[in-house]
Every structure is written in structure tokens, then in C-alpha cells.
């Protein structure tokens, strides 16, 4: 058994300069889940045809496997030139040929090895997966003779009116005999609406020549969803994401409002989590035991720990421990590490950092290419100055080091073990252990200044009670 995967149309539908079968869903192309699909079929070869963007498309492709053929189409449009193409890659001795479609990605391995079953059990010719929708439109519709038997595939384009009316579609899943595709794919004529060389005109020729056409309907039609345009995209995302939230918490976690979460196929969690409404969990995204995330919150490639908890936050490439806590409204960049017990607290954003066992940042500071020892505790509004124009530096804080509010380390610097630095100060060499750094500077009142510069205003009033009263 050999799979080809079409993936070489425009997907003008779009009207987005990103290719269709590029288009993400739970963290990966659309392209993404068929190739999953095939490849879980152990089938002897699996290519993919592309045209349209066809170094993207390949690149994607590559970059999830390197089990997968990759196909150019030429100038000749059409399903059928695409498989055309394909099979001047297969080996004869392939029984049958199973094609799949880029644009349907919630489609099972296990649909697709039935329906494989099913036709090698009859002997048929071609056997393709339909089904019965509501609303049928965009679809190629099932012909049907009066006995049931199929007669034929008719694209919307090149419907009457009454084969319009047709509820059962063709879902562009097909299994093949190999021989047949080789005998009817290089006749086929361009002669329709789009000018193309439709694969689905193979099944009015098998009929033709006594061959057996079946049509599997599915029991589910959404699993044949075709993504067209960007309505479908987001139906089949929502449903997919339905899944992937009820399949967690399943296992364990507690979702309670599902809508307002995504959560990527790649993201694990473990039992006890709790994911708080408007949350989005990406990539490599992995949260401990009972820990708590949002809500409103971002964590994309992030390692949470058990017991963690991260509030109105967004969080890229770090990694939170065990019983740290983030948020609300703190921006985690990649390289930010919060070890067990830490905090970073509010409006505060760290990059490349390390905050050590129970250490805090408790508010509005920036740290960047930091290193906050254990225990130490970071005053409100400190600022890394990390960067000289050209080049990064670091800032070493020792443990237990207790630094004061409106600090601003300038890098690279280091404050010792259990030191101790006075608010307001900005900190340019480096502070032994267990000393207080103070800047030598200290505020100058020029007393009177306000009765000579603002005579009469109401600050002038207000700082003399007795001789004149401020307004109000
Ligand atoms: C196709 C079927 C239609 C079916 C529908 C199900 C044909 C003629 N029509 O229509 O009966 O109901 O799928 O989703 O097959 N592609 C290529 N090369 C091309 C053209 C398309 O590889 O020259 C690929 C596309 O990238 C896509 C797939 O084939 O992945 C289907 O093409 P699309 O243009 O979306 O066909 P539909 O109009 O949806
Ligand atoms: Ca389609």
C-alpha cells in the first residue's frame, strides 16, 4: 500500500499569503495531522504533493519527519494530475493506493484502515469516504444510481440543480487499485468548471468498465471537515480543541470554562491542574501536579512544576519550579527560570534569569541575564541594566541578600551573600557580602525655596499655616 497526500492547491479560499495546509492547528500545520494520519497507516511509502509554495510546504513537512516523499506537480491542474504525478514514484508491486487530503486533518488512522478493510474485502476498484451533511455545499456530491450502486462524482461547479440538492459528499479519501489509477489517471480530459483533471472522474470509469465503486459513508462527518477557508479553519480548530480540553480533563485536570482554553496536541499536564478561563497552553508546554494556571494566561514551550501557580501572565520559553509563583501581570521571556518557592511578582519581567530557591521580585522590576540567589529578596521598581549598547553583562545576587526599592544594578556587577543596598541606589561595583551599600549623595533641602520662587501659590500657602491658608 503506497499513501499520497494532496497538498498542492492555492487554498485561494484563504485569501492569506500563508499557504492553506500551513495554517496551524493545535500547534501544527494542517498538513501536520495527515502526515501523522499516514504515517500511522505502516503503509510502504507516503508522499506528499505540493505545487503552491512548495518550498514552505516541503519545509514543514521535513521538519515533522523524514519518513515522507515530497512530490513537485507540474503546470497540469487538477486531484488527478497530482496523483498522476505521484505514482510515477510507486513501486508496481503496490496492491493498492490510499490518497488523503492536506485539507482534512481531523481524519483517524483508524477511519482510514477500515475503509482500507472494507475494500479489499469487496475486491473494489475504488472506495472513498462520503458523507451526509446539512449543508453539502462546496462539496462534490455522490451520484447514486437507482439500485444505490455509485455512478459517478460531480464537483459543485459542474452540478445541475437537482445533483445540487445532493446531501451526500464526496470526502476526498480515497483507496485505489493501483492498476486502475494507472490505466484511467493519464485519460482523463480537463473538459469542466475549473479546467482541472479531477481524480474523481477515475470512479465514472471504473464504472464504465464494471469496475466496483464503494462509497464508506462515515458515522461522523466531521471527521472529513474539509478546511476551505478560514470559517471551516476555525470550526475544525474549535472542535479539535473540545477534544484535546475533554481528553484532559479526563485525565485529571480541571477545565472549568473549556471554550476559553487552547491547548496545543504537543502540551502535557498532569492530574490536579487547574486551567482557569481564558488560557492558552502551547508547544512544549509541560504543568505539574495541582498546579494552577491563569486565568488569562499565556505559557508556550514552558515547564511548570507541581504546585506552581501563574496568574495573568505570559510565560515563553522558561521554566517555573515546584511552589513558585508567578503573576498577575508578569512576562516570563526564554531563559527565565523561577526555582522552587520563588516569586515574580507584579509587572515584573524577567529574560535569561535565574531566580533562586524561595527568592522574590515581588514588583515592577526588570531582570535580565541575572543570577538572584537563594532567599534573596529584590525591592520594588529594580532594573538590570544588562546592556551597555553593544554588549550583555551579568548581575550576581547573592542569597539572602535583601536590596532596596528604585535600585538599578548596572551589570556586570555583584552584590554579595546576605548584603543589603539602600533604596534609590544605583549600584556600579560590586558589593561585598554582608555589607550595605549606600550611594554616597545625600538629598539637599534648600529651605524657603517655595516662598522665593512660588510666592503666593498654594504651595506657598499650604507651607505656612500660619501666615496664609491654601485655598481649600
Ligand atoms: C475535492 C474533491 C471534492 C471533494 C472535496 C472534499 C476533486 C476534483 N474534488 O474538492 O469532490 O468533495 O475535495 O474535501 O478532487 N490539490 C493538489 N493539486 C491540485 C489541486 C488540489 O494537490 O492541482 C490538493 C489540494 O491542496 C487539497 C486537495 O487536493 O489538499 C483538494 O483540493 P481542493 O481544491 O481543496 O478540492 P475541493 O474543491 O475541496
Ligand atoms: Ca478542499
Redesign the pocket.
Known amino acids: 500500500m503506497a499513501v499520497v ?9 484563504m485569501n492569506s499569503a500563508v499557504p ?2 500551513l495554517h496551524p492547528l493545535a500547534g501544527i500545520p494542517l ?1 501536520g495531522h ?1 502526515v501523522a494520519t499516514a504515517e500511522a497507516l505502516d503503509a510502504d511509502s507516503v508522499s506528499v ?4 509554495a512548495a518550498d514552505d510546504v516541503a519545509a514543514a513537512v521535513s521538519a515533522q519527519t523524514d519518513g515522507v516523499v515530497i512530490v513537485h ?1 507540474d503546470d ?8 498522476e504525478v505521484a505514482l510515477e514514484g510507486v513501486d508496481d508491486s503496490v496492491a493498492d493506493v490510499v490518497v488523503l ?4 486533518p481531523l481524519l483517524d488512522s483508524d477511519t482510514v484502515r477500515a475503509m482500507v478493510g472494507l475494500h479489499r474485502d469487496a475486491g473494489a476498484a475504488v472506495t472513498l469516504l462520503s458523507a451526509v451533511l446539512e449543508d453539502p455545499t ?4 455522490v451520484v447514486r444510481r437507482a439500485d444505490g450502486s455509485v455512478e459517478r ?4 461547479g459542474d452540478a445541475s440543480a437537482e445533483e445540487r440538492e445532493l446531501q451526500e ?5 480515497y483507496v485505489f487499485s493501483h492498476e486502475v489509477l494507472r490505466q484511467h489517471l493519464p485519460t482523463l480530459g480537463q473538459d ?1 468548471s ?1 479546467s ?6 477515475v470512479v465514472s470509469r471504473v464504472v464504465a468498465t464494471d469496475g466496483l465503486v464503494h462509497a464508506v459513508q462515515v458515522e461522523d462527518a466531521w471527521l ?1 471537515d ?1 478546511v ?1 477557508d478560514r470559517v471551516q479553519l476555525s470550526e475544525v480548530q474549535r472542535r479539535l480543541n473540545r477534544m484535546i480540553v475533554r481528553g484532559w480533563q479526563r485525565d485529571g485536570v480541571s477545565i472549568p470554562d473549556p471554550d476559553s482554553v487552547w491547548i496545543d496536541l504537543s502540551v502535557t499536564l498532569s492530574p490536579d491542574v487547574t486551567v482557569l478561563p481564558g488560557v492558552q497552553l502551547e508547544g512544549q508546554t509541560h504543568i505539574g501536579e495541582g498546579a494552577v494556571i491563569g486565568p488569562d494566561s499565556t505559557l508556550r514551550d514552558t515547564e511548570v512544576g507541581a504546585g506552581a501557580k501563574v496568574e495573568r501572565s505570559v510565560v515563553h520559553d522558561a521554566e517555573i519550579h515546584a511552589d513558585a509563583s508567578v503573576g498577575p501581570f508578569a512576562y516570563l521571556r526564554p531563559g527565565a527560570v523561577v526555582e522552587d518557592g520563588g516569586k515574580v511578582g507584579t509587572f515584573v519581567e524577567v529574560k535569561n534569569s535565574r531566580i533562586g530557591v524561595g527568592a522574590k521580585v515581588p514588583h515592577l522590576s526588570y531582570i535580565g541575564d541575572a543570577d538572584i540567589g537563594e532567599g534573596a529578596n529584590i525591592g520594588a521598581g529594580t532594573i538590570t541594566a544588562n546592556y551597555d549598547g553593544v554588549n550583555k553583562h551579568r548581575t550576581v545576587v547573592g542569597p539572602h541578600a535583601k536590596t532596596g526599592s528604585d535600585n538599578v544594578f548596572v551589570a556586570p556587577v555583584e552584590i554579595g551573600a546576605g548584603a543589603y543596598t539602600a533604596a534609590g541606589t544605583t549600584i556600579r561595583r560590586n558589593v561585598p557580602a554582608g555589607s550595605l551599600a549606600v550611594a554616597p549623595a545625600s538629598v539637599r533641602s534648600i529651605e524657603g525655596w517655595v516662598a522665593k520662587n512660588r510666592p503666593d501659590s498654594d504651595a506657598d500657602r499650604a507651607s505656612r499655616p500660619e501666615t496664609g491658608s491654601a485655598k481649600n
Open positions: 497526500i494532496l497538498a498542492a492547491g492555492q487554498g485561494t479560499r492553506k495546509v498538513i495527515v504533493v505540493v505545487r503552491h506537480q497540469v491542474p487538477g486531484t488527478g494530475r497530482a496523483v487530503s492536506a485539507d482534512v462546496g462539496y462534490g456530491r462524482i460531480v464537483e459543485e459528499v464526496n470526502a476526498g479519501i469542466n475549473q482541472e483533471k479531477y481524480l474523481t472522474d472529513v474539509g476551505n
